[in-house]
């Protein structure tokens, strides 16, 4: 399939009162092919002209069954796939704090990945088990934070971790730093992976499936926490999940991804309540009869 058959829904009316905020990040037709030799001299068109604006402030939803394109478009918008595997076309323009706009897409791959580090915070999709078994807490989060500010003093850094461990509940101070992944809780595991993944100074972030390796209580904990720290922060966030009840507790608006192409977008309690597109509103059956 060259194109998607279906033409986009946009879900027009709007009233989480963004409309006049400006935007944040503008996808204009977005494609992306996978290359390699398994894949023939065109390889395999994943995504299929992708166009959305999301403005500052703003709380997306991206869902879609499994395979749809969900995780290749966090990895587009934020330069996480090897260059040499994909090739991209269209524009992805971020604005930058000074107010300029940015077409990422016409950077040089390392420049490109520089400028997104600091630009977006990635929350990964399973990132409880991304945790290297074989490190401390304490290291990987070091590593992390002098990532983004080489040259902090110990003493400095010391003072840090453990002032983002009383923000981001973790408990047990330099004794939980110490410890490995596999010591501590799934719960725990993910609100330190949500901490270290938020030491990037990214206005947007964007979490995949953030929560799908938890228990319903910790899922339930840990989103409520994400929610908070948005609150406090005003970062704009794109969040990717089958789940529809969680995207609709945390998102003012959605956009429903089906084969690499997005099908129906707009207000988030407008396209869970009106539906337009046939798929979506199977989607929301679907979850209805499972939430019961
Ligand atoms: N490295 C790759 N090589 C070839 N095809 C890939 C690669 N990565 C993803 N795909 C294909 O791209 C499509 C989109 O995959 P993607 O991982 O974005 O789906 P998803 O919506 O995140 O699914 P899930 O909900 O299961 O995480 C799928 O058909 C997948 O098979
Ligand atoms: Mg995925």
Redesign the pocket.
Known sequence: MEKNETSVIVNKADSSGSADREPILEVENLNVR?R?E??GKNG?H??HDLSFTVREGERWAIA????????????ALTAL?PEE?VELSGSIRYRMEDGSRVDVLSLPYRERQRLLARQVAVIF?DSINALNPNETIGRQWRDTVLLYRPGMEKIQLEQHLLARMEIFGVQGGSGTLAQYPDQLSGGMRQRIAIAMALESPGRILIA??PTTSLDAITQRSTVDFIKTLLDKSGRTLLY?S?NLGILQYMCDHVMI?R??AIVEQGEAAEVFAHPVHPYTQELIRETKKIMG
């Open positions: 996978i390699g398994r894949h395999i994943i995504l879609g069954e499994s395979g749809a394109g969900k995780s290749m478009t966090m990895n796939l595997a999709q995949d499936e990717i089958h991804l084969n690499g």
